[in-house]
């Protein structure tokens, strides 16, 4: 049975940190791509960070470019989201996202599976 569980979602002040950890099992975690994506109340669902398995490069919005960063773990089949600086537009319920490719993308499309979501309140 594949599974994606987040944690370490909780409510934070601005300008606090946060660490999220997606823990992987029922698939080759070595073998697929990994994404986070965020949704906050009333918007779509968008693209936050994510590590290709090809080199492990990584990609980041750009709100959050320089705050977070992203790895991963294979021993452990568990990627992490490292979020520093949070301010209070970073609220949202944040996802973890498995691709079966080489590659990472932004787009939900490009994604298998999908883990239920953690939240994360910026709040002072």
Known sequence: QVQLVES????VQPGGSLRLSCAASGFTFH???IGWFRQAPG???EGVSCISISDGSTNYEDSVQGRFT???DNAKNT???QMNN???EDTAVYYCAAAGRLHCLFED???DYWGQGTQVTVSS
Not at 8 to 11: A, I, M, N, V
Request: no cysteine.
């Open 70 to 72: 992203i790895s991963r």
């Open 8 to 11: 370490g979602g909780g409510l």
């Open 79 to 81: 990627a992490y989201l």
């Open 31 to 33: 073998n697929y791509a």
């Open 86 to 88: 949070l301010k209070p």
């Open 43 to 45: 918007q779509e669902r």
């Open 109 to 111: 499309y490009y994604y």
